[in-house]
């Protein structure tokens, strides 16, 4: 209703040239990936006021407003036609067609938007599942056995329980347009991933050295990555709260400034993992590991791979600074250095990890490189989230 009342307005409103008018529209509307570029596209919105906010209520979800798009087009045609008969109609269809190609080029957009989104996020929450699945209740048993914890069957249930309403909740959140089940599930998913860090790899760490203690380290490093991830996830919903959110509605506007805050520091831990990587192995260091696995010219595959590390990891600390003032270069850098990222973690899971999988014979070994390539995998789906939320700027 509301988009139709929208086109509708505009059909009627907008001159025969010059800009279209300033329109008034519910912030609400907008998809959590800013879907809609509209300052580049020329036409100014104003946010609407508490009273009209109120009475216009919450607005429907991704797939609603798509549809609310495609399918208002012909009836606000009609509607044209009928309040405005000294026109021919071939002329008020057109005027018509101006006054909402904005808004009607966001149907493909949004839907396209809206599956990526979701399979972005199924990427990055699939070491969750593939855990529960892989362990189940009887083996998150036996593992809160060995730890030592008290009601082992208890702590195996509670296990299964986050694994699975984690993921779960993520993408119900983001396919609804529900900010705070979204931001609950991300919130299990990190206190798991804080439990697992720490009695799985923290504390073991202290205990062994050599190999051991490199594989550990790694899983630490890899951890503290995703949980990067799930709180630049948390601050772009924050940044969806509006006082129509259950609960937290009268914070809203707290809400809304603490995200810039948190999605940076999502993004800090985020590279955190490729970061070090660069200070401690740097391009001798990845030259080294590139003729280990035979790959050609390794002191050149070296150097793009230090590169690839520095620039990308930058590239998306400095890009949110941008969003503003500098919509499409943000956007850009965004992009840019999660897609180079992306590029370097495939190369790392297929040449140290599947590759060595698939050559042991060792049980334990290829738990451990399957391990590996999901933590790997997930990181991945991190960053296509990052690239889905800025691609429509480049567009």
């Known amino acids: 209703q509301d988009l139709f009342s929208e086109l509708y307005c505009r059909s009627t409103l907008l001159p025969a040239q010059g800009p279209p008018p300033s329109i008034k529209m519910n912030a609400t509307m907008l998809p959590s990936g800013l879907l809609l570029d509209l300052e580049g596209q020329g036409q100014t919105y104003e946010r609407l006021s508490d009273e009209e906010e109120t009475s216009q209520g919450p607005s429907t979800g991704k797939v609603g407003r798509a549809l609310l798009v495609a399918s208002s087009i012909g009836a606000c045609g009609m509607m044209a036609l009928a309040t405005a008969p000294e026109e021919q109609p071939l002329e008020s269809l057109s005027r018509v067609a101006v006054a909402s190609v904005e808004l009607t080029s966001a149907a493909p957009k949004a839907m396209g938007q809206f599956v990526f989104e979701l399979v972005s996020l199924v990427v990055m929450t699939s070491i969750f599942l593939y855990g529960a699945i892989k362990h189940g209740w009887a083996g998150f048993t036996y593992v809160s056995k060995m730890q030592g914890l008290p009601a082992p069957s208890f702590f195996g249930l509670i296990s299964v329980m986050i694994l699975y309403g984690g993921p779960l909740l993520v993408l119900y959140g983001a396919a609804t347009t529900q900010p705070l089940a979204a931001i609950a599930g991300a919130i299990l998913d990190l206190i798991w991933l804080l439990l697992a860090t720490v009695l799985g790899h923290a504390l073991p760490l202290k205990k062994c050295e050599g190999m051991e203690a490199t594989r550990h380290s790694q899983a630490i490093q890899g951890n503290v990555s995703l949980m990067g991830f799930h709180i630049f996830l948390i601050g772009m919903q924050l940044a969806l709260i509006t006082k129509h959110t259950p609960i937290v509605g009268h914070f809203s506007a707290s809400c809304n400034q603490m995200a810039f805050a948190v999605k940076e520091a999502g993004l800090c831990l985020a590279v955190y993992i490729w970061l070090k990587q660069f200070v401690q192995m740097g391009a001798s260091g990845f030259a080294g590991v590139a003729g280990y696995f035979g790959i050609p010219s390794p ?97």
């Open 299 to 395: 002191k050149l595959m070296g150097l793009g791979a230090a590169l690839t590390l520095l620039v990308g990891s930058l590239a998306l600390l400095a890009a949110p600074f941008g969003a503003k003032d500098l919509t499409f270069v943000s956007a850009f850098a965004s992009v840019l250095g999660a897609a180079s990222l992306i590029a370097f973690m495939l190369f790392a899971t297929i040449f140290g990890h599947i590759f060595p999988m698939k050559k042991s014979d060792d049980a334990a070994e290829k738990g451990f490189q399957m391990n590996c390539i999901m933590r790997n995998d997930s990181i991945i789906g991190g960053l296509m989230f990052i690239i889905v939320l800025n691609a429509p700027y480049l567009l």
